[in-house]
């Protein structure tokens, strides 16, 4: 089913928890993904609760995802950065849920109005250890109902928590939209209260803490590794705009690839939804270009990773600041195609 | 008209956000594709404030707005950040009660509207964001002026029905006045008074 409407990208994030099953949301509201928060209460399904701060928040969730219910938190940059732990904890105590961060220029209180892409490398590396999340960044209101879906059936399927990306741009954006359904998985697992299971987060065995035994240890991560890549399996989205003739491959993500669109009939396009674990095609079509170049709203974070990825330097355009100017956009592709930069 | 990409600014308190909220919505309602994104500072009111809008018949790539093809804009500040931005030969309608410098570039099409002044007029000193977007629609017709009213009904909550009506008048007479003082109308009074038509 579809239809269509105007509607801000937070609230689509809202609406498109409450169709996939959101029973409980704890948060502490903070710009700018307060709307989310403000969304959700209209909806009696689902408990909300805003907590004393954003430890609090992804605690609650943790604990009410235990329980069985499908959890969700939602904030920016400063309440993620809180949040590190706690994802942390979920993902060793395998509890699924969703955690949204609208981003917004940092570090610290930086910009609290103004878009930004300065939180990838804390999705992927943010908390302490090894651990594995899957993180979608949608890049319009439509893709934020239809992608929060999808990261809470992906946070289902793994029993992880899973990272919804948005910025400060699509988050605010108001905008005509086709909501489009996806199917909604269930949990397999039973809650707390069923059967005999112990949650540690110490490194475990099955239900055992295990915290002294390296093999145990080297046993637990590479579960948890196959586990969230046998999952993102299921997940590869991405979009790929090739266009004939065009030896430049443009990467771009959320906000800035809706400015990278802008130059869809001279530079082929590559923009990852799933952006972690990192699309392994990209491999494949980044061969057939002599340049690739990342734009994004941050000092070179996912173009560090394109590098490492492909094995070869790729060129890179800082957008800082919250700002997308396409003139200037168009002075950095040209450098970078000259070799500049 | 394939795009309009509109930037309408001035402080917070003066109904940018809703002005651009109010074209984004009748865009919708004439099945257009439209786009709408605030940019504030952290205030409620005071600040400046400024929203992007894009109308368009295609899908819209960017919602950011760095090359407006028209401006409206309400307070002194936004003068500055904005006049330079416009495109050769776009709008920039200027509510002209509170912007009292005149504008620099030549290569525009410059539309003041005394906004503030005539909503007082109209007894709502805070319906002069009707007024300067009557004016615009008057030179520009990116969506009908019945869309936009039947808009204001659809958007303001039930609590504030009772400015729907303000709302509206704001819109006509700010058309009529740009109407009134386009060149075009100006002219037509001079042949007519000089008896040519």
Redesign the interface.
């Known amino acids: 089913m579809t239809h269509k409407l105007i509607l801000q990208g937070n609230d689509a994030v809202a609406l498109g928890a409450v169709k996939a099953g959101l029973r409980f949301f704890a948060g502490y509201p903070i710009t700018p993904a307060s709307e989310i928060l403000h969304k959700l209460v209209e909806f009696p399904e689902v408990k909300v609760l805003q907590m004393e701060d954003e430890i609090a928040s992804i605690n609650a969730c943790v604990g009410a995802s235990l329980a069985g219910a499908k959890a969700m938190t939602a904030t920016s940059g400063p309440g993620f950065s809180l949040m590190q732990e706690g994802i942390g904890l979920a993902h060793m105590v395998e509890a699924p849920l969703v955690v949204v961060n609208v981003q917004r220029v940092g570090p610290s209180t930086g910009m609290p109005t103004f878009g930004s892409q300065g939180d990838l490398l804390q999705c992927r590396y943010g908390s302490h250890g090894d651990y594995f999340s899957i993180v979608f960044y949608p890049n319009s209101v439509s893709e934020l109902y239809r992608y929060t879906m999808e990261a809470m059936n992906a946070a289902e399927e793994s029993l992880s928590p899973v990272i919804l990306l948005s910025d400060g741009i699509i988050g605010h954006l108001s905008e005509t939209a086709e909501l489009e359904d996806v199917t909604i998985k269930e949990r397999s697992l039973k809650p707390l209260g069923h059967g005999n299971r112990h949650f540690t987060s110490l490194t475990h065995t099955g239900s055992y803490p295990k915290a002294t035994a390296p093999s145990a240890h080297q046993e637990l991560i590479a579960g948890l590794a196959k586990k969230t890549a046998d999952v993102a399996r299921r997940y590869v989205r991405y979009e790929y705009l090739p266009v004939k003739g065009s030896h430049t491959l443009l990467i771009a993500f959320g906000a800035v690839s809706r400015a990278a669109y802008h130059f869809k009939d001279h530079f082929s396009i590559f923009r990852p939804v799933r952006i972690f674990p990192m699309i392994e095609d990209l491999k494949e079509i980044a061969r057939r270009y002599k340049t690739v170049i990342v734009m994004e709203m941050n000092a070179g974070q996912y173009t560090l990773l394109v590098e490492a990825l492909l094995h070869r330097p790729v060129g890179f355009i800082p957008l800082l600041g919250g700002a997308i100017n396409l003139e200037y956009i168009k002075e950095r592709i040209k450098k970078c195609l000259s070799g500049t930069t | 008209m394939a795009e309009e990409r509109i930037i309408i600014a001035g402080f917070g308190g003066q109904g940018i956000m809703f002005m651009g909220?109010l074209l984004?919505?009748a865009g919708?309602m004439e099945d257009?594709?439209?786009?709408?994104?605030?940019?504030?500072?952290?205030e409620v009111r005071g600040g400046t404030a400024y929203c992007n809008v894009i109308i368009s018949s295609e899908e819209?790539?960017?919602?950011?707005v760095?090359?407006p093809t028209a401006a409206i804009i309400m307070n002194m500040p936004s003068l500055a950040k904005f006049e330079a931005a416009v495109v050769k030969k776009g709008l920039m309608v200027v509510n002209s009660s509170l912007v009292t410098r005149a504008a620099k570039r030549k290569d525009i099409e410059l539309i003041p509207v005394p906004a503030t002044s005539i909503a007082d007029r109209l007894g709502n000193t805070r319906v002069a964001n009707m007024v300067a977007l009557g004016g615009f629609l008057a030179k520009r017709a990116v969506v009908d002026i019945a869309t936009v009213t039947a808009a204001i009904q659809e958007i303001l909550p039930a609590s504030r029905s009772h400015l729907i009506e303000v709302n509206r008048q704001a819109i006509a007479e700010g058309k009529i006045y740009v109407e009134a003082h386009s060149s075009a109308a100006i002219w037509s009074k001079l042949t007519r008074g000089f008896g040519f038509a």
């Open positions: 909220k984004c919505y919708m257009r594709h439209v786009t709408y994104m605030p940019s504030y500072g952290a819209i790539p960017s919602p950011v760095s090359d």
